[in-house]
Structures are given as C-alpha cells and as structure tokens.
C-alpha cells in the first residue's frame, strides 16, 4: 500500500527548532514533488514549503522564508522539513503531500493536487 508516515511533531518552545519527517512507501519519492501543508485552528491550509523532484526546484511560504528548509533523503525515501526559529504562529497541524506531477507552470504548488498525503502531525509552538 503507497503511503506516507509523518513523524517529529511535538511541543516547542519559541525560538526552537524541530525537524518533521516524512517517510514514503509503495513508492519512489525521489520521483515525486513534495510538500509540506499546515492548518492551524480556525484557518485555511496553507502552503509551506514544496519541493519539485524533476529539479529539486524547492519554494517556501513567505512567511517561513529564512527559517524552514524542504530536502529528501532518496536513500531512506523520506522528505524532510527542518524548522527553526519557529514562532507560536507557526501552531499547526502539518501534512506532507506528494504527486508524480510537478506543478505545471501555469499553476501553483499550493494549489496543485497532491496524490498522496500524510495523517497529520501536531506542532505546538509555546512557552
């Protein structure tokens, strides 16, 4: 069964770092996009972080520009989100997405359609 596992949520205090992992199976990730969603309470998912597997073209979320870093580890088939500096604001439920499918150009990663998504992981940013 293709799947993905997340792993690495928890509580952290402002500042902090955590690192989210993301571990596929049935399938070979290097040959997917793959990106990271959060949806914190009362909002919209939104957009993190998305990494393209043809180039390994990675974008960001401006709000998490210069503190989150996308990568995959081909050899264990997992994707990674390393996550400094985090603020309360960054309280979320996060889930990573893949698709055999970069995004076209005439569309955006965030509104791309992922085939495959994780359970969710809780992040919890205070002190």
């Known amino acids: 069964q293709s799947h993905l596992v997340e792993s690495g949520g928890g509580l952290v205090q402002p500042g902090g770092s955590l690192r989210l992992s993301c571990v596929a199976s049935?399938?070979?990730?290097?040959?997917?996009?793959i990106a990271w969603f959060r949806r914190a309470p009362g909002k919209e998912r939104e957009g993190v972080a998305c990494?393209?597997?043809?180039?390994?073209?990675?974008y960001y979320a401006d709000s998490v520009k210069g503190r989150f870093t996308i990568s995959r580890d081909n050899a264990k088939n997992t994707a990674y989100l390393q996550m400094n500096s985090l603020k309360p604001e960054d309280t979320a439920v996060y889930y990573c997405?893949?698709?055999?499918?970069?995004?076209?150009?005439?569309?955006?990663?965030?509104?791309?359609?992922?085939?495959?998504w994780g359970q969710g992981t809780q992040v919890t940013v205070s002190s």
């Open positions: 997405a893949a698709d055999p499918d970069d995004p076209m150009a005439s569309e955006t990663w965030t509104t791309h359609v992922y085939e495959y």
């Open positions: 049935g399938f070979a990730l290097h040959n997917y996009a």
């Open positions: 990494a393209y597997f043809s180039d390994d073209t990675t």
